[in-house]
């Protein structure tokens, strides 16, 4: 089974300052990454996703994570922050082999200060 | 393509009264997966239905109960609801074919007051 912390609950930034959610997984096997965002009173939308190869992946909105076996982690960034970024960001795993269920982090909520 | 359709988007119910939501996934796609969702407890997964059998499920209650139709569309039933059911249901479908990874699409959700 696999499971995913992420450590940050709420992320105040300003806008145009760059940010990181972070976020670390524990699997037995290799995973398959992903982070999703949820904007108010909407359903969770795929940001970006790492399946195989480059360890950097590049997502929409200009997002991109990092993925890191070592450290187990798989940590979001981006540059410039905009209030338009202001959600709830979730990060997600899955085992490589199979169909099992994604399995999800509590959240980090991403407030955007003007 | 369509994406995922959720209805109701949003009920009211009471105590002790039942509610059923539907889902209509992505066409092609199997797999339907229902997740609540409440502040206090995030994102809690609820069951999965694959060819109209349920192939993964929560820790939740009986009182929670799905299923799957022919189309793969997917309805979640709770019965005898509580304070506590009140939440926003998500439902999401993903495709079981070849290369399959596990990402998920989602719909809106469906959020439920009880009272």
């Known amino acids: 089974a696999q499971s995913v912390t992420q450590l940050d609950s709420q992320v105040p930034v300003f806008e145009e300052a760059p940010v990181e959610l972070r976020c670390n997984y524990s699997?037995?096997?290799?995973?398959?990454l992903f982070w999703y965002v949820q904007y108010p009173n909407q359903g969770l939308q795929l940001l970006l996703k790492y399946l195989s190869g480059s360890t950097l992946v590049k997502g929409i909105n200009g997002f991109e994570a990092e993925f890191n076996k070592s450290q187990t982690s798989f940590h979001l960034r981006k540059p410039s922050v905009h209030i338009s970024d202001t959600a709830e960001y979730f990060c997600a795993v899955s085992s490589s082999f199979g169909n099992e269920k994604l399995t999800f982090g509590t959240g980090t909520r991403l407030t955007i200060i003007p | 393509k369509a994406g995922v359709t959720q209805t109701p988007r949003y009920l009211i119910k009471t105590r002790g009264q039942q509610v059923t939501l539907s889902c209509s996934p992505i066409s092609g796609h199997r797999s339907v997966s229902w997740y609540q969702q409440t502040p206090g407890q995030g994102l809690q997964f609820l069951f999965e239905y694959f060819s109209e059998t349920q192939r993964n499920k929560g820790n939740f209650p009986g009182r929670f109960s799905g299923r799957q139709f022919s189309n793969s569309r997917s309805e979640m039933n709770v019965s005898t609801l509580e304070l506590g059911d009140s939440a926003l249901y998500l439902c999401a479908s993903k495709t079981i074919a070849g290369g399959n990874t596990g990402e998920l699409f989602f719909g809106e959700g469906s959020r439920l007051t009880v009272l």
């Open positions: 699997s037995s096997v290799s995973v398959y």
